[in-house]
């Protein structure tokens, strides 16, 4: 359970431990099984079953939300690539969307169900998952629509011309990326022979050149029943879905060949590496790099609580050692590992112009003595608490499951997630610190330069046990926590709700039984006007960001455990706890608002740690693209809230705020006169409203407050593009102001109609074209912006692609954007954006975090839930004629202020 794989159990196991008004594991009788289907094994509420043809099938149904996941894992990812395909699995993954003769469109069938859908794959698979309003319609289309897949995909020539160009974009956006760059360095450095040397995004060339016979050979032989895993999660009826799995993947069969063998064993290292990439940025990396046992063999737990223990923020060894001594701005580790020996990465984000060396020498000291300075119990116990405080909180989402099982599906065994679980007490600091030694070597180590070695310190990596030697001993545990099912519907969230004033404060408290008793709190206060506000935009978002950093009581180390064991996910003013913490939990909040110690170290950090983000931006194409259109659109004096900052000015006013600045806007701004405050979960109503009484009734801002009204004003459009140099990507953004308020009869028609030109996905009509039909870009889609308070509203669109084709997409979007204006938009095209939009927002009002959010700008804006009720209905009311003239009167083309950005020697 190496890092990864402690990681996914902090990101799923949980998830998987409860009960449902369904039967689950052995409570079928074997007899209810369809013809040929065998029950495997069965543990927190996950039931294995195998087809004929080899298939495995998980189940796991919970009936507390109506949503349902289904993924298919295939047991293939980069690793299995040879020579000349490197990047293949991942565009195969790509081409898995271009549909079947049976299903010719499922981008627009998703976009139409209103699903949330996409691929992944890593080196040792791939996966493909929707989430969905569970409805029988959309599982049996979800399920036969995978089955058809498996082996029907067209993988043609025509899709493989445009989809290359998109993964290449794909490709050429990571290019921008310093550390994404580092990373493939430290793979390609790293390993002298296996594939996990290779980024899964692969070689460029490869990308560009990959055969098209190529790309179905691999997809016939590794796209078989007897290479995947189906999970379905959710609120489903596991013995008609089993039936309806039986009938759609039992009916593929059993392949005759034989999957490839993979034999090549990295060799031992003999000695440190070293590597530099030299590209243009504002920022230096610093990392190391040791390769690690499997996530199969004994070690690889251990070196989890080793990850866990040095990159913590802010308890961490390499943050004590680095950032609070001011060698260094950030810290990580995290390991990248799976079915083969992988690699532990440690490293440090430096200011530009600082001296790198001391930096490397210190992090090679911290790292390398690990072994001889054990973990503290305070240390263990910590680390200890983060997985376990990761692992509760996924598993009150069963949604989740899909995605975070495939890690341990590629092991060979998804049962590996829970036996990490059950190990993970049991560890000690001498182990921990054992198996550090045994890989944490000089001669083991990727950075350093190359010195001739009489005693090389060579590091054996022993081989992986069997997953039967791994699981000899393992035993499954039953499901324990339960939920109700609740509605998510308008009108019963507005009658679970009860709606009160506590002193400045408009309170909503919606009670549920949950799972894991967990609770989501979202808190809004408002101080300042536009007069007071005045130049004081930067000290605020100072202010805020020092509250965590210690208080009268707590130091920023204390701060972090005492949220971890209050269960707290968030921020302050969002959070996730559980009912038994929340009253603790509104207590902590609380004294940190109003008790904040801004400490003089910490305000330094923080400011070094602007100062270097800044710095990293400002040759970033979409930074400058963006600031040049807030700069020309902004009409406010330097100084108002309201106002734009360039780069340059935001790292003056950085430089020459003090302390005493940021500790005076605290005492006069913050309080909770003016507010809002949500709670939505498990918790006991009646006990809460006291404790919120007591912490936040009487603390009033001294400052007047009134809300921020904003304004557009009218200017002749923007036509402008930016030299980026050596940077691989370009970005688009163009902005149109319009006068719209939230209100106004004119938004469903507009939201309908944005979502059917760029914000539905990859079948909206501007993805259809950049992406499907042009292979221009990776990515893009408008937005729709209202004014809630004012009618200062703006229509945007965004997109990346490579320098050279950006005037290709320009042209492209300005076409779209014609056409759409000048010809209107289809039935057809209304009636799937009706469907996707609706499904989405029954499913965020699944969400107990997004429904806490929502009672808080409910509150703030004076109604309810009836208010988004009315706005569904209008969507549903809207008509063709009336959503074609609203985008109409609204959108002129030739008013578009358009930014682009890229490398000029490359257009």
């Known amino acids: 359970m190496n890092c990864s794989r402690l990681k996914s159990c902090a990101a799923a196991s949980l998830l998987l431990c409860g009960l449902s008004i369904y039967a689950t594991g052995s409570a079928w009788a074997a007899s209810a099984l369809p013809q040929g289907v065998v029950a495997g094994p069965a543990t927190d509420g996950i039931s294995e079953y195998r087809l004929p043809n080899g298939l495995k099938v998980l189940l796991f149904p919970d009936a507390s939300k109506p949503t349902v996941t289904v993924n298919v894992t295939y047991l293939v990812g980069s690793r299995h690539e040879n020579y000349g395909e490197t990047g293949m699995a991942h565009l195969l993954e790509h081409m898995l969307f271009k549909g079947t003769p049976k299903n010719p469109s499922i981008v627009q069938e998703f976009s139409q169900r209103g699903m949330e859908f996409n691929g992944t794959t890593s080196l040792d698979r791939t996966n493909y998952y929707e989430v969905f309003q569970a409805s029988e319609d959309n599982l049996k289309w979800a399920l036969a629509m995978e089955a058809d897949r498996m082996v029907h995909s067209k993988v043609a020539r025509k899709d493989l011309d445009t989809e290359m160009t998109v993964v290449r974009n794909e490709y050429e956006s990571g290019e921008n990326n310093p550390f994404g760059v580092l990373l493939k360095r430290m793979q390609s450095v790293a390993y002298d022979w296996h594939s996990y040397g290779r980024s899964t995004i692969g070689n460029r060339s490869d990308i560009e050149h990959v ?5 179905q050979a691999f997809y016939r032989t590794y796209y078989q029943p007897d290479n995947a895993v189906l999970l379905v999660a959710g609120k489903f009826e596991p013995a008609s879905t089993l039936a309806w799995i039986s009938k759609t993947f039992g009916v ?15 060799p031992v290292q003999d000695g440190e590496r070293s590597f530099v990439v030299r590209r243009k940025g504002d920022m230096q990396l610093v990392v190391l790099g040791y390769k690690v046992p499997s996530a199969l063999q004994e070690d690889s737990d251990a070196l989890s609580f080793m990850s866990e223990i040095m990159g913590d923020t802010p308890n961490g060894r390499l943050h004590k050692a ?38 490397r020498d210190a992090l090679i000291a911290t790292v390398e003595s690990f072994a001889s300075t054990p973990p503290t119990e305070e240390e263990m116990a910590r680390a200890r608490r983060s997985f376990a405080n990761g692992i509760e909180k996924a598993l009150n989402d069963p949604q989740r499951v899909g995605v975070s099982l495939s890690e341990e599906i590629a092991l060979g065994d998804w049962r590996l997630l829970f036996q990490g679980r059950d190990k993970l007490p049991g560890f000690t600091a001498q182990q921990v610190a054992a198996a550090a030694g045994r890989y ?35 035993t499954g545990h039953n499901s324990a926590l339960t939920a109700e099912v609740f509605n998510p519907d308008q009108d019963n969230i507005d ?7 506590i002193g400045g404060l408009k309170v909503a408290l919606l009670p549920k039984k949950n799972r894991g008793a967990s609770v989501s709190v979202h808190l809004q206060l408002h101080w300042g006007d536009e007069k007071n506000l005045f130049n004081q935009g930067v000290v605020a978002s100072v202010a805020h960001e020092m509250l965590m950093r210690g208080t009268s009581r707590y130091t920023r180390q204390q701060l972090a455990d005492a949220m971890s064991e209050l269960k707290m996910s968030g921020s302050l003013y969002q959070f996730d706890t559980t009912g038994p913490h929340l009253a603790a939990a509104l207590q902590l909040v609380a004294h940190v608002l109003k008790d904040a110690s801004f400490p003089q170290a910490e305000f330094e950090q923080l400011r070094q740690q602007w100062l270097v983000a800044i710095e990293a931006s400002r040759n970033e194409p979409q930074t400058l693209a963006r600031n040049a259109l807030d700069e020309y659109l902004d009409h406010y ?26 500790v005076a806007f605290h005492r006069q701004y913050y309080g909770a006169s003016h507010g809002e405050l949500a709670i939505v979960g498990d918790f006991d109503a009646a006990a809460i409203k006291p404790v919120i009484e007591s912490q936040f009734a009487g603390w ?19 036509q402008r593009f930016i030299d980026t140099p050596d940077k691989e990507n370009g970005v688009y953004l163009a902005r149109l102001p319009l006068v719209l308020n939230i209100d106004d009869e004119a938004m469903p028609l507009l939201e309908l109609a944005n979502y059917i030109f760029g914000d539905g996905g990859l079948k909206s009509r501007l993805m259809d074209r950049i992406r499907q039909k042009d292979g221009l870009s990776y990515g893009g889609g408008s937005g729709l912006q209202a004014g809630e308070l004012d009618n200062a509203g703006s229509f945007t669109i965004e997109a990346i692609a490579a320098p050279q084709n950006l005037k290709k997409l320009s042209a492209a979007i300005r076409q779209e954007l014609e056409l759409a204006v000048k010809q209107g938009f289809t039935a057809q095209e209304l009636a799937r954006a009706k469907s996707g939009l609706l499904q989405q927002r029954a499913q ?13 700008n409910n509150l703030f804006r004076k109604r309810s839930y009836s208010w988004s009720k009315a706005y569904e209905a209008k969507l549903r009311a809207a008509t063709l004629a009336q959503v074609n003239e609203a985008f109409r009167a609204a959108i002129d083309p030739a008013r578009l202020s358009v930014v682009t950005a890229g490398d000029a020697s490359k257009k």
């Open 440 to 474: 944490l070597k000089r001669d083991n180590r990727v950075v350093g330069s190359f010195i001739p070695e009489d005693a090389p310190q060579r590091a054996e990596i022993p081989p992986a046990p069997t997953v039967a030697q791994v699981m000899h001993d393992f």
């Open 322 to 359: 680095l950032v609070e001594t001011g060698k260094a701005a950030q810290v990580f580790s995290f390991g990248q590992t799976g079915y083969a020996p992988g690699l532990q990465l440690m490293g440090a984000v430096v200011k530009a112009g600082e001296p790198l060396e001391p930096v």
């Open 844 to 856: 965020n009002r699944a969400q107990d975090a997004i429904v806490a959010a929502g009672w808080t």
């Open 700 to 718: 009033d801002s001294q400052a007047a407050y009134a809300p921020l009204v904003r304004s557009n004003v009218e200017k002749a459009p923007l």
């Open 637 to 662: 004096p330097k100084g108002d809230p309201r106002a734009s900052m360039s780069t340059d000015e935001m790292l003056a006013a950085v430089k020459a705020m003090t302390l005493e600045q940021v």
């Open 252 to 266: 593929i069969p059993k392949p005759r060949r034989s999957l490839p063998p993979f034999w090549t064993v990295e």
């Open 495 to 501: 009658a679970r709700t009860e709606r009160l004033n």
């Open 211 to 215: 055969r098209i016979e190529n790309l």
